[in-house]
């Protein structure tokens, strides 16, 4: 084996390794860290000259781990959290808080805890409150590792979580919608329902990305007894986005989902009936005192809502 110089090797080419290694794919750990997928396989390739190892099999569909880079990636995705950990332990150092607590939201989902994390943070200066946006298989992974201590999801992308191991709490009921292009027959509706949508083409996210999601319609049309026709699957109700606006299909999410954007382009009409929930998650090993606080926070708010 040959001598392995790390002054050659920097903290970025362990996040790019990891990125690869997570999405199976140069072009999407590319755009995670917005790089050219050309630059990507040039410098996993240098990784792999001056580690002496060969960490990816390649192939024209995806990138796949070889032994010795499964192994790597199992210790450097600890070490790469012990320096996040580090780092931001010296944060609180420098600013003199007294703890912090790390917040994953999901992407595309409207933060409807805002004015709750505010508030806490107003009554408690002296913690550090950071907060990611995520995919929901982003979310799982940070939660998982630690990397979170506590995400806001969708109730239906909860049923992953072991309740042996998590802890979920609903936070807010919201409707589900209909999003369809402006121009469909029923965009104008005040509400439609699941038998309207029967002859409809939907658009779908993918098993894999978000399994929740899709048991979750399956469940919709099976209780319905509609047999739906797909139109098209995706990573994510943003990928499918511009299907809706050339009018190609049906998209059934959240109320939270796209918030305010193309408004004018994207109609959303409630289904009767039918709600998720933004539900809370956190791992019951995690002791971290200002999540305990944070979470009687959010449970006291929960109860003067209800008041």
Known sequence: MQDINLYNIQLSD?????NVAKYGSFTKA???MFMTQSWVSKR?????????????????????LTPAGRILEQRLTS????????????????????????????????????????????????????????????????????RM???????????QFSSSEYCTMNVERVPVLAYMNKDHPLAGRASVTMEDLRPEPMLMVDQKSSPGYGTFVRNLFIKHKIRPV?????HDGGEHIGSILIDKGVLLASANFLGDSWDKEIARVPVEGEYVYITAVW??????????RFLKEIAENLENSEE
């Open 30 to 32: 590319g755009e995670k």
């Open 283 to 292: 791992r019951r090993q995690n002791s971290n005192l200002v999540l305990m």
């Open 230 to 234: 797909i139109a098209q699957y995706a």
């Open 149 to 159: 201590d506590i995400i806001f999801t969708i109730s239906y992308d909860c049923d």
């Open 79 to 146: 070490v790469t959290n012990d320096i996040l950990d580090a780092i931001q332990a010296a944060h609180v150092a420098q600013t003199g808080a007294s703890g912090y607590l790390r917040i994953g939201y999901l992407e595309w989902g409207s933060v409807v805890f805002l004015d709750l994390i505010r508030r806490f943070i107003a009554l408690n200066p002296q913690f550090s409150v950071e907060i990611f946006r995520r995919q929901f298989a982003e979310l799982r992974a940070d939660i998982s590792i630690g």
């Open 14 to 18: 362990i996040e790019l390794f990891l």
């Open 44 to 64: 996993i390739s240098q990784i792999e000259r001056e580690l002496d190892l060969r960490l990816f099999l390649r192939n024209k569909r995806e990138v796949l």
